[in-house]
Structures are given as C-alpha cells and as structure tokens.
C-alpha cells in the first residue's frame, strides 16, 4: 500500500467502518433508547445522553458561544493532522496505519454530531454497581481510544522492525 489511492481507499474503508457504525448506534440511541436499557445488571446500560462538553465533562462551565467554536475548531484540525499522519506513515508499518483510520473515523462521527446537532450523543453507560460510574460514551470514542492504545503498541515495535530490517 504504497500510492495514494491505496491508502486513501484503505483509509475509507477502515475509517468509513466506523464512522458508519458510531452513527448508525447513535441513530439507534436518539430514536429508541431515551430510556435506559439494562445490557448487564450492575455494571452496563444502555443510556441516551447529549453530551454538549468534551472528554469527561471538560469545558461544561464554558458558554456555548465559547465552547463550540473552540471545539469546531480543535476537532477539524485533530483531523487533519490524523489524515496528514495517516498519510506519512511508512507501508511497513500497518498497524499504525490501522489505528490512525480508527481515530479519523471516531474523530469523524464526533464532529459530525458537533456541527450537525451541537451536541455528541453518548449512550454507553458502564459503572460498579452505585458507586463508580465511568462517563458515558460512544462506539467513536471506543474508535479513538482503541486507535490510540494500538498507536501506542505500534511505538513499542516499530524500533525492532526498523533494526532486523538493517
């Protein structure tokens, strides 16, 4: 996968999976889960929340008028640094390549629901009975924790790629 088509296809095709599965769940969240849905008891409902702050409730303080701009922004240029990384990233090594289409298409959805609703739809609720809860999230949020968990797998083998190939 050296030209650019090729790695653009590769990129729509892993990135296009889960854009189209991020908003494809949260089409399903906004029409029919308004109520919580019980996946396992104690621990992993399923729960419609609008989400107008960032990560784990960051700049929830901030006006909107603040906020939004500050998000449009950042978000597009996140990815466009991703894409512009993706697209620098040597053949050789595919699972950087992977987890970089993963994060395009989870920072894609997120963004999308940002300029098309002004708000990220979370639904994934997972907590320890009454007494932890992790903060909501969405399938392109798992697409962009998993890409970068992978990115990091990917800086710990590069170096022994690099050296048995000299």
């Not at 030209?3 to 906004?30: C, E, I, M, S």
């Not at 098309?116 to 999230?137: A, E, I, K, Q």
Request: proline share 4%; aromatic share 16%; charged share 15%.
């Amino acid at each position: 996968m050296t030209n650019g088509p090729t790695r653009l296809g590769y990129l729509l095709a892993v990135g296009g999976v889960w854009f189209v599965a991020d908003q494809l769940t949260k089409h399903l969240a906004r029409e029919g889960a308004r109520r919580p849905v019980t996946v396992f008891e104690r621990w992993w409902h399923f729960h419609y929340v609008e989400n107008r702050a960032g990560a784990f409730g960051m700049f929830s303080s901030f006006s909107e008028a603040w906020r939004m701009p500050f998000f449009y922004g950042v978000g597009a240029i996140c990815i466009v640094l991703l894409i512009g990384y993706y697209f620098h990233t040597p053949p050789a090594m595919t699972l950087q390549r992977w987890s970089l289409a993963t994060m395009i298409g989870g920072a894609l959805g997120n963004y999308v629901d940002r300029v098309r609703l002004r708000h990220v739809v979370d639904f994934v609720s997972w907590h320890v009975g009454d007494r932890f809860y992790w903060p909501t999230f969405n399938v392109a949020d798992v697409a962009v924790v998993l890409g970068a968990a992978l990115m990091i797998l990917e800086s710990f083998r590069a170096p022994r790629q690099q050296v048995s190939a000299g």
